[in-house]
């Protein structure tokens, strides 16, 4: 992930948090290897900026940046 | 390219238990296992409390499996069974691996196990590099083959031992996997009663 400031790194935490809370609290999050969380388990720990958090919000901003830069548009063409 | 034979003599799989995340890994394996089934393979179940490091070891040198199935937690230089224990280990055991087809349904060890494993024989190691990241409805975990969320992760991961038994090289079954996954995304983007909960499951697929 590439170096972001101090307030792009808070900018970028709240809004994975808001897209996480869009799921369903029942939703079960199977990620890293402690063993799977609920989602305002996942909300703690993004929020917590903990490993668990940290790697959730990484694998949110490459999604974020494939939309922008279009990437995941070659890839959905690439693979059909 | 490496692949499997058209009858392979056996297939290995570790389906350790012990919270819904496994539960799930070792339910929707069974499709993996009904295909092996059918075409006329062995399967060497490791389930439960047999998932552990020794009848790991035990029967892999004894029965010498063409394809390895391993569900379970893991990180950069291991995977884990029963209890957490450490069946494979970078620098430790993991030549064990070496001369069969490895599909690890399980966080990061493609990244240094898998290259450790792929390094040492004439085998093929397929793995995730980073965290294997998928989402489950906590009301179907007593019916996980019915949750359709899970499903959407769960199916295209299985393509990848489905196309292995289906004689594909270890190349074109992750290709195939990954083919499944974009499908889904696309299935996502473009469903008519679209929820708001696509755009996440979109993010974790890809």
């Known amino acids: 992930m590439t170096e972001l400031t101090l307030e792009q790194m808070e900018d970028l935490q709240a809004l994975v948090s808001a897209r996480v809370r869009v799921l369903s609290p029942e939703t079960g999050i199977s990620v890293g290897s ?11 720990h993004i929020e917590a900026g903990d490993e668990i958090g940290k790697n959730f919000i990484a694998m949110d901003w490459q999604f974020l940046q494939s939309l922008k830069t279009g990437e995941i548009y070659e890839a959905i063409a690439k693979y059909s | ?9 056996s297939i290995l799989i570790t389906r350790p238990q012990g919270d819904n995340a496994l539960k799930y890994l070792e339910l929707w394996s069974q499709k993996i296992i009904d295909v092996a089934q059918e075409k006329g393979a062995t399967i060497l179940d490791l389930i439960g ?7 790991f070891e035990k029967i892999i040198r004894k029965k010498n499996p063409e394809l390895i199935i391993l569900n379970g937690h893991g990180n950069y230089n291991f995977l884990t069974g029963q209890n957490k224990e450490i069946l494979v280990e970078a620098g430790k055991n993991h030549e064990i691996l070496s001369n069969s087809i490895v599909y690890a349904i399980s966080c990061r060890s493609a990244k240094i196990l898998g290259k450790s494993v792929a390094s040492t024989g004439d085998g093929a190691y397929i793995g995730y590099l980073e965290d294997f990241v998928f989402y489950y409805d906590e009301s179907k975990v007593y019916r996980p083959l019915e949750d359709k969320k899970a499903g959407l992760f ?7 031992a489905i196309s292995l038994l289906k004689n594909h090289s270890a190349a074109e079954a992750s290709e195939s996997s990954k083919r499944y996954f974009m499908r889904n995304i696309k299935k996502l ?3 008519d ?3 708001v909960e696509n755009s996440q499951f979109i993010s974790v697929l890809y």
């Open chain 1, 34 to 44: 402690s063993g799977p969380i609920k989602r305002d388990e996942l909300l703690a």
């Open chain 2, 1 to 9: 390219m490496k692949q499997l034979p058209n009858i392979p003599k």
């Open chain 2, 49 to 55: 409390k047999r998932a552990n490091r020794e009848e």
């Open chain 2, 154 to 160: 769960l199916e295209p991961s299985n393509q990848v």
């Open chain 2, 189 to 191: 983007l473009t469903t």
């Open chain 2, 193 to 195: 009663n679209s929820s």
